[in-house]
């Protein structure tokens, strides 16, 4: 509903609306679908290329948390729930950009535009319950229940969203939040220093607006559900009140609305308004002016109580006046028409075709929606969706039978990332739709062509020859069922196997499997397998020596700790003797904290992007970040058809796994190699613990992801490639050391920064 420019407007003349404010020891109601996003945007620092650096954005997501929870204040985050008929052309058209400029995506594009990762709000929801924040999700827009929650509690919305300019709550908009938090007033305890707005001094600018005349101005000025062309004709005769200078012409447009508004009745300007409209056009303005208005004041408060908020403070909720709602009082189709010649002469861009592929997805049948749909679903389901449980399509595909893929950064010339994940978003789909009317469900991905198109998923409401279980029931089943209707999806049909892996990694690892089995030549998925092997080992690395990211940070805190490990294993002759006889649960907790410090630098640096990607963007190799792609858009179905079961595995915690520079430049430096294991074995050869859980790791997935991991290399050929890589390491660093223009006493081979394997006396190919 927001007014596009008023964000802008607001802000530009900060001192005139805005006040400083210290935010502290009071509820905070955040908006949390723009407040993940523009943590991501403006402080995260990650990769977009490489598909989600999602453990530097929980980081950050952390930090942000940390500073509310300091100041004493108490987080309440909403989303946006399933998306409603009117936004519907918004979503496709947004998704229709971001394909085009997913299509020709670089490390250099990211420095101009950001893009977001697929699983960014999986992550954000995990770190909040790390936390223990409070969120909940609407089951549609969540907009006015955001500003009507706040208007409640009295508290601020955080956002930056001109919504929140025009519902009439206190409102911070997000950059005005300053770095840091600073003691409060009386020195007890501490703030956030921000600024914040106030409805009423936009009123005391502009007198004789209200709030009425406000909601109007965002019909008028172009929203998420109406084209500021509708209002082409209005505008032109819209005399120039406003006499500031303003930046733009949305600027002055914004100031010369309000100053019209200001002096009409809401039924005056309405009239006027209706006067300059042809009069087939009226009805559904008028609708649309109506539905508007009433919205400040019709928001759902059904997710409030999920909220753990006091009684005596939700008791306000009943106390609330509600006003009348507005419904024009006349007869559209006889009012005074403003410059009826100009009117029927109005150019006709106004009427002009959609673009055609936006056209040919929104017909009659995407918008065929019954949100209706909604009352006749299950309690428990209703209960869960609010509490974020499940994602927001979910609710798309009940009352439209329609999702809009995601769009991910991909390699055009392949089919889209989607399609592998498909059989999961059938059962999905199968399960949601299991007691309606059957039809096959549609879906909108990037076609051949590089543009967008609406697919059909066929309807299957049966799995290996077995019914789908009714959604009404779904929770009623035994929980061994529900991972059967999982492992079934996954084309796992021995369970021993996935049961003796850890349970945070169950799902993930599962996951690999039905991805690889979705590929005609798995083999060539071999060193992404591998990466995204390896890589869960960083998250252990993290937990025993701490978060570095930044290779010069880690190499000043850690270097000499890490050589009095060194010189102290050589002194005593330090060869430990691990079992591989163990569990992998048993391997993860016998990790030596000085063998993570060891390994850590190759990690660290691996966190890094190569700067030649950036003066060589021919060396990007999208086919590797398809890979990744792929596997990105089967776990986040399969977290989500996790989720409806009812947590038949546990949940996958995705910024503890997934690192796409890392796994980016693990995949690359992996495809050089003729032995993975015999490399991967040589970089941990100074981490014992590590390699032994590496190895127990790969012992337990390999009947699982036989097709990619089986190596059908002959023994002798084995030993000669392992022969070459232990002479390659020591010739290497025997030139290193003499090259070196730093004095190493010490025996080791000196660490080059330009060559990520030295310190393991691997040369890079």
């Known amino acids: 509903m927001g007014i596009p420019g008023l964000m802008r407007f607001i802000c530009s003349d900060s001192e005139r609306y805005l006040e400083y404010y210290a935010l502290h020891d009071s509820y905070l109601v955040i908006d949390g679908n723009n407040i993940s996003y523009l943590l991501y945007d403006w402080y995260a620092n990650c990769n977009d290329a490489f598909g989600g650096d999602y453990d530097q954005y929980a980081q950050c997501v952390r930090d942000f948390f940390d500073e509310l929870l300091r100041c004493n204040v108490t987080p309440l985050v909403l989303f946006d729930g399933g998306c409603e008929d009117k936004k519907l052309k918004t979503i496709v058209s947004r998704t229709k950009e971001k394909t085009e400029i997913a299509l020709h995506y670089t490390l250099a594009s990211q420095q101009r535009t950001k893009f977001l990762p697929l699983l960014l709000r999986e992550v954000f929801k995990d770190v909040m319950n790390e936390k223990g924040i409070r969120y909940v999700q609407s089951i549609f827009e969540a907009d006015n229940t955001i500003a009507a929650i706040a208007r409640i509690l009295n508290c601020p919305v955080l956002s930056y969203d001109s919504d929140f300019c025009i519902y009439g709550s206190l409102y911070i908009p997000f950059n005005t939040l300053e770095e840091g938090v600073v003691p409060t007033p009386t020195g007890r305890g501490y703030a956030k220093r921000c600024k914040i707005y106030y409805v009423k001094k936009l009123f005391q600018v502009y007198y004789g607006l209200n709030q009425s005349l406000l909601l109007l101005s965002s019909v008028l000025l172009g929203n998420d559900y109406v084209s500021q062309r509708t209002f082409k004709n209005f505008f032109r005769h819209l005399a120039q009140m406003e006499r500031r200078r303003?930046?733009?012409?949305?600027?002055?447009?914004?100031?010369?609305?309000?100053?019209?508004?200001r002096r009409r009745s809401l039924n005056e300007a309405v009239i006027e308004i209706l006067g300059r409209l042809r009069k087939q056009k009226r009805k559904d303005v008028l609708n649309t002016i109506e539905t508007t208005i009433n919205s400040y004041d019709d928001a759902s408060l059904s997710v409030i109580h999920m909220l753990n908020i006091p009684a005596e403070i939700l008791s306000r909720v009943?106390?609330?006046?509600?006003?009348?709602?507005?419904?024009?009082?006349?007869?559209?189709?006889?009012?005074?028409?403003?410059?009826?010649?100009?009117?029927e002469m109005e150019s006709s861009d106004e009427g002009e075709a959609e673009?055609?592929?936006i056209a040919d997805i929104l017909d009659e049948k995407a918008l065929d929606s019954n949100e209706s749909q909604v009352d006749n679903l299950p309690k428990w389901f209703i209960t869960e969706f609010k509490q974020s449980r499940f994602s927001s399509y979910f609710i798309d595909l009940i009352i439209r039978k329609l999702y809009v893929c995601p769009v991910q950064i991909e390699d055009p010339s392949r089919a889209p990332s989607v399609v592998v994940s498909l059989k999961v978003l059938g059962?999905?789909?199968?399960?949601?739709?299991?007691e309606g009317k059957k039809s096959n469900m549609e879906y909108v991905t990037r076609d051949e062509n590089k543009g967008i198109k609406r697919y059909q998923l066929e309807y299957s409401d049966n799995i290996l020859g077995c019914k789908l279980p009714p959604l009404p029931s779904l929770r009623e089943l035994p929980i061994v069922v529900r991972r059967e209707i999982l492992n079934a999806t996954l084309t796992i049909s021995d369970a021993k196997y996935i049961n003796e892996i850890p349970s945070d990694w169950m799902l993930y690892i599962a996951t690999m499997r039905y991805w690889i089995d979705q590929q005609q030549e798995p083999s060539q998925y071999r060193c992404h397998v591998y990466s995204l092997l390896f890589a869960l080992l960083f998250n252990i690395i993290d937990n025993n020596v701490g978060y570095y990211r930044i290779l010069s940070r880690f190499q000043q805190k850690c270097n000499r700790a890490a050589e009095n490990i060194r010189h102290?294993?050589?002194?005593?002759?330090?060869?430990?003797?691990?079992?591989?006889?163990a569990t992998l649960a048993d391997a993860v907790c016998e990790v030596n904290v000085d063998d993570c410090l060891l390994a850590a630098e190759f990690f660290v640096f691996n966190f890094e992007v190569d700067q030649k990607l950036y003066s060589q963007p021919e060396e990007f190799n999208i086919t590797l970040i398809h890979g990744f792609a792929e596997f990105q858009s089967c776990l986040r179905h399969v977290m989500h058809l996790n989720a409806l079961l009812g947590y038949p595995y546990g949940p996958t915690k995705v910024a503890a796994v997934f690192n796409g520079t890392l796994l980016y430049n693990l995949c690359s430096n992996f495809t050089k190699r003729d032995d993975v294991e015999v490399y991967i074995k040589l970089i941990l050869q100074n981490s014992p613990s590590l390699s032994r859980l590496f190895d127990i790791l790969l012992s337990k997935v390999k009947p699982l992801l036989a097709t990619v991991l089986e190596k059908k290399t002959d023994k002798r050929k084995k030993e000669k490639i392992k022969k070459y890589e232990e002479k390659e390491c020591v010739t290497?660093?025997?030139?290193?050391?003499?090259?070196?223009?730093?004095e190493n006493t010490s025996g080791e081979a000196v660490y080059d920064v330009n060559n990520a394997l030295s310190m393991l006396g691997i040369t890079q190919h």
């Open 568 to 581: 102290e294993r050589r002194t005593r002759n330090y060869q430990p003797q691990y079992s591989i006889d």
């Open 246 to 261: 303003y930046s733009n012409e949305k600027q002055r447009r914004i100031g010369a609305t309000f100053q019209w508004l």
């Open 427 to 434: 059962v999905i789909y199968g399960v949601l739709l299991s």
């Open 355 to 357: 673009d055609k592929e």
């Open 732 to 742: 290497d660093e025997e030139t290193r050391e003499e090259e070196s223009t730093c």
């Open 318 to 343: 009943h106390l609330r006046n509600m006003p009348k709602a507005y419904k024009f009082e006349g007869d559209i189709n006889n009012l005074t028409c403003y410059d009826e010649q100009t009117n």
